[in-house]
T-cell receptor, first 111, second 114 residues
Framework: LAKTTQPISMDSYEGQEVNITCSHNNIATNDYITWYQQFPSQGPRFIIQGYKTKVTNEVASLFIPADRKSSTLSLPRVSLSDTAVYYCLVAGNTGGFKTIFGAGTRLFVKA | EAQVTQNPRYLITVTGKKLTVTCSQNMNHEYMSWYRQDPGLGLRQIYYSMNVEVTDKGDVPEGYKVSRKEKRNFPLILESPSPNQTSLYFC?????????????FGPGTRLTVT
C-alpha cells in the first residue's frame, strides 16, 4: 500500500482557492487516488477520485502529474463550511485490500 | 436512499461486558470495513470483508471480532471491552475492494468503556 504524506494543517480565507498536495512516491500501477472530507464526529465523505491527469467535479479538481507520485486537491473559492479534515488515499487491488488513511490535512477557513 | 447505518450511535459500557455494534448497507456492496478514530491517530482500519464469509484483519484487529454472514451486514463484536477501546467507530462499504470505488461511511458510533 502506498504511504501518503500531506501537510498537517492549512489556513485560508473565504473566497480563496485552496490547494492541498499529497505525496505518494510508491504508488502502484493499479492504484487510484481518492480524496475524502471529514467534519467533526462525522464519517468521511468522498470528494473526488482520479488515476492520472486532471479530474473535475462540481466541488473540486484533482491534478495528477505524469509520474503520479503526488496529487493536488484544488478547492475553488472556499467558504467557512469547507473547514474540515481532508484525507488523501491511495489504493488499488494489488498488495492486499487494506485501507490506510494518512493523518489528513486540517483546513481552517477564516472569514 | 443509499446509506450505511450503524447502531447504536452512542454507547457507554463497563469493562468486560460483551457488546456488538451493528452495521448495515443497502447498496449491495461487496466490501465492508470497520475503522476506529482516535484524536491524533486518524482513521485506523480494524477489519474488512471482501464478501460474504470473507474477512481479514486491518491494522488494529486486537480485541475485536467480525462476521459477514449476509452481504448487507457486518457487525463488530467486542467480546471483553477495555477502556483502551473507547473510541469513535465507523463502518464503511464500497462496491468492491478495488481502489477505484469510493467508500461510503456510516454516521459513527461513539463508544465509552469505563
Amino acid at each position: 500500500l502506498a504511504k501518503t504524506t500531506q501537510p498537517i494543517s492549512m489556513d485560508s480565507y473565504e473566497g480563496q482557492e485552496v490547494n492541498i498536495t499529497c505525496s505518494h512516491n510508491n504508488i502502484a500501477t493499479n492504484d487510484y487516488i481518492t480524496w475524502y472530507q471529514q467534519f467533526p464526529s462525522q464519517g468521511p465523505r468522498f470528494i473526488i477520485q482520479g488515476y492520472k491527469t486532471k479530474v473535475t467535479n462540481e466541488v473540486a479538481s484533482l491534478f495528477i502529474p505524469a509520474d503520479r507520485k503526488s496529487s493536488t486537491l484544488s478547492l475553488p473559492r472556499v467558504s467557512l463550511s469547507d473547514t474540515a479534515v481532508y484525507y488523501c488515499l491511495v489504493a488499488g487491488n494489488t498488495g492486499g485490500f487494506k485501507t490506510i488513511f494518512g493523518a489528513g490535512t486540517r483546513l481552517f477557513v477564516k472569514a | 436512499e443509499a446509506q450505511v447505518t450503524q447502531n447504536p450511535r452512542y454507547l457507554i459500557t463497563v469493562t468486560g461486558k460483551k457488546l456488538t455494534v451493528t452495521c448495515s448497507q443497502n447498496m449491495n456492496h461487496e466490501y465492508m470495513s470497520w475503522y476506529r478514530q482516535d484524536p491524533g491517530l486518524g482513521l485506523r482500519q480494524i477489519y474488512y470483508s471482501m464478501n460474504v464469509e470473507v474477512t481479514d484483519k486491518g491494522d488494529v484487529p486486537e480485541g475485536y471480532k467480525v462476521s459477514r454472514k449476509e452481504k448487507r451486514n457486518f457487525p463488530l463484536i467486542l467480546e471483553s471491552p477495555s477502556p483502551n477501546q473507547t473510541s469513535l467507530y465507523f463502518c464503511a462499504s464500497s462496491l468492491t475492494a478495488s481502489g477505484s470505488y469510493e467508500q461510503y461511511f456510516g454516521p459513527g458510533t461513539r463508544l465509552t468503556v469505563t
